[in-house]
C-alpha cells in the first residue's frame, strides 16, 4: 500500500525541479543578456569558481560580491600601475519593482522566485537609463571609491543591482562608465547550468589628455604693439560604447597685456582646415566653440589631434615677463587644463637729447636696429631694416612712431616655452638726424634690454653747438678796440713831430 503523502512528495519534486528548470532557462537568457548588455563597458569574470547552486536551491549562498576594477583605456590582465585610477566613486543600488499594493513602495527583487524574473530582458536592455515602471529603485544603496590598485569591492545580498560611476574623482575622465545593470548571481556557461555569486566587472574609461601650448620663439616683430604667435596642440579623446562629442570648448585666459588678433586663428585636425563660423566660433576672451559641424569633424578623428594656431598682440610691457598659463580643453563637460607655460619677454627704451648746454632739443632723429647675432653694432646705421624710427620732442624726449605708448619704446627680448633666469637682447641706436646748428656726437649705441619696466635702459644723448664764423668787431667793444688803435696812432705821431724838432734845434 503506498503510503498518501507519496504522491504528494512526487508533486513536490515536480513542482520543485519545474521552478529549478524555469529560473534556469530564464537565467541563461536574461543574465547572459544582462552581461552582454554591460559588456560594452565591463567584462563580468568569475572571481571564484562557478557552482551550480541557482539562487532558489536549499544551501545557495545569500549574497556575493561586485568588484569593480578602474582602468584608463582597455582592461589587460597585467596593467600598468599609471593606467590604475584611484578615488573613482561607485554607487550601487538595488532594483526592485513598484508593490502593487502601495505604488510609494519599492520591494526589491527577489531572485529565488521564478515570477520575479519576469520582464528583466526589458530591464536590462533599458541600460544605461534608471528603472522604469515596473521597476524602481530601492533606498539600498552602497557608495565606494577605488583604492589604489584602480578596484573597490561591494558586498551585495542576492539581487538585481543598478551601477553608477558617480565620481571621477581626480582624474579627466572624458568618457565615464554608462550605468550598467548587473545581477548576483550571475548565469555563466552557454547552457546557463553554472552560477557565479562573485562577478566582476572592468569598466574602460578614457582619459582626456592634457592641451600643450608654445610659442614661436623666432619674432619678426620686435616693439610692443606687435603680434606673437602661439601654437595649441589638443588631443581629441576617444569615447566609448560609440558616443560622440556633445560639448568641446578650447579656452585661453588671456594676460591682461595681450590682446587676440580678431580673425587670426587657424585651425586643422590632420590634413582638414577648419573654418570660423562653420566649424567654430571665436569669442574675444578666447573660447573656441565648436559647432555641431565641427563635432562632426571631431568624432571623426578621435585620438587624433587638434591644431590651433593665433595671433596675440602685446599691449604693454609691465614686469616684461608675459605668460600665457590659464588654458584648457574641454570635451562634454570635462575640463583639462594645460602644465606646459611658455612666455613672451619684453623691455624698454628710453632717449633723451639736450645741447652741451642743458637745453632740451627738438628734432633729433634716432633709429633702432636689431644687433647681429654676435650682438654687436655696425659703426654707421644700415640704409634699411630699421624696427622703429623716433624723433626728439620740445621735451627732448624720443617718441617713436606707430608705438604705444610712443615713450618709452617697448622691445622685445625673448620667446620661450618655460622660464628664463636672465633674458636679454642688444640693439643698435643711431641718431639719423642732427638737430641744426649741433653736431653728432659719439655714444655707445648699443643696448642691452632686460624685461620690465624697472630694468628701464636711458639713453642721455648730448649734442654740441656748432661753432660759427669769426664775426667783424663792431659795437662798444669795437669802438673801444678802434680808440685805443687811435690814440695810440696819435701818440706816435705826436713823437714823431717832437722827435723831428729836436733835431732841427740842435742842428742849429
Not at 599609471?82 to 527577489?110: H, K, M, W, Y
Not at 601650448?213 to 616693439?223: M, P, R, S
Not at 655714444?443 to 636711458?458: D, H, K, M, Q
Request: net charge negative; proline share 6%; charged share 15%.
Amino acid at each position: 500500500m503506498v503510503p498518501a503523502y507519496g504522491p504528494r512528495i512526487e508533486r513536490n519534486k515536480a513542482k520543485m525541479t519545474s521552478k529549478k528548470k524555469t529560473i534556469r532557462r530564464l537565467a541563461a537568457g536574461v543574465g547572459a543578456l544582462a552581461l552582454g548588455l554591460t559588456g560594452v563597458t565591463a567584462f563580468a569574470t568569475a572571481a571564484s569558481a562557478a557552482v551550480d547552486v541557482g539562487p532558489d536551491q536549499p544551501g545557495a549562498p545569500t549574497s556575493g560580491t561586485l568588484t569593480i576594477n578602474k582602468y584608463s583605456g582597455g582592461h589587460t590582465a597585467n596593467p600598468n600601475p599609471e593606467n590604475l585610477l584611484d578615488g573613482v566613486e561607485f554607487t550601487v543600488t538595488q532594483v526592485g519593482r513598484i508593490s502593487t499594493t502601495d505604488p510609494t513602495v519599492c520591494e526589491a527583487i527577489d531572485l529565488t522566485d521564478a515570477a520575479d524574473w519576469d520582464g528583466l530582458s526589458g530591464l536590462f536592455a533599458s541600460a544605461p537609463s534608471t528603472p522604469a515602471a515596473p521597476f524602481c529603485l530601492t533606498d539600498v544603496a552602497q557608495d565606494d571609491v577605488t583604492g589604489t590598485n584602480g578596484q573597490v569591492v561591494f558586498n551585495l545580498d542576492v539581487g538585481i543591482y543598478f551601477v553608477q560611476e558617480t565620481d571621477p574623482g581626480e582624474h579627466p575622465i572624458v568618457s565615464p562608465v554608462p550605468d550598467f545593470y548587473v545581477s548576483i548571481p550571475t548565469s555563466v556557461g552557454n547552457d546557463g547550468t553554472g552560477w557565479n555569486y562573485d562577478v566582476v566587472a572592468d569598466p574602460k574609461n578614457q582619459l582626456q589628455e592634457e592641451p600643450t601650448k608654445t610659442i614661436e620663439e623666432d619674432q619678426e616683430e620686435l616693439v610692443v604693439g606687435s603680434t606673437v604667435e602661439w601654437t595649441l596642440d589638443v588631443p581629441i579623446p576617444t569615447l566609448n560604447n560609440d558616443e560622440t562629442f556633445n560639448e568641446a570648448i578650447i579656452t585661453d585666459v588671456l594676460d591682461s597685456r595681450l590682446e587676440y588678433v580678431a580673425d587670426s586663428t587657424v585651425m586643422t585636425i590632420g590634413g582638414t582646415d577648419l573654418t570660423q563660423g562653420t566649424h567654430y566660433t571665436v569669442s574675444d576672451n578666447l573660447v573656441w566653440t565648436f559647432t555641431e559641424a565641427g563635432r562632426a569633424i571631431l568624432d571623426a578623428n578621435m585620438g587624433g589631434t587638434l591644431n590651433i594656431v593665433f595671433d596675440t598682440k602685446v599691449l604693454e610691457v609691465g614686469d616684461g615677463t608675459i605668460p600665457n598659463d590659464d588654458y584648457e580643453s574641454q570635451f562634454n563637460g570635462t575640463p583639462t587644463p594645460g602644465t606646459v607655460v611658455p612666455y613672451t619677454y619684453w623691455g624698454e627704451l628710453l632717449i633723451n637729447k639736450k645741447d652741451d648746454k642743458g637745453t632740451t632739443l627738438a628734432g633729433a632723429e634716432f633709429q633702432v636696429f636689431e644687433a647681429s647675432a654676435a650682438g654687436t653694432c655696425a659703426d654707421d646705421a644700415p640704409a634699411t631694416g630699421a624696427i622703429a624710427t623716433g624723433t626728439s620732442n620740445a621735451a627732448g624726449v624720443v617718441q617713436w612712431e606707430g608705438a604705444t605708448p610712443a615713450s618709452p619704446l617697448g622691445l622685445w627680448v625673448a620667446n620661450s616655452n618655460g622660464p628664463l633666469s636672465d633674458p636679454f637682447k642688444v640693439y643698435c641706436v643711431y641718431e639719423t638726424v642732427v638737430p641744426a646748428g649741433h653736431t653728432a656726437v659719439d655714444f655707445e649705441n648699443a643696448v642691452t634690454i632686460r624685461p620690465g619696466t624697472s630694468n628701464l635702459v636711458t639713453l642721455n644723448v648730448v649734442n654740441a653747438r656748432t661753432d660759427g664764423p669769426e664775426l667783424p668787431l663792431t659795437g662798444a667793444q669795437g669802438t673801444l678796440a678802434l680808440t685805443i688803435v687811435g690814440l695810440l696812432l696819435v701818440s706816435a705821431g705826436t713823437g714823431a713831430i717832437l722827435w723831428q724838432r729836436h733835431r732841427r734845434n740842435q742842428a742849429a
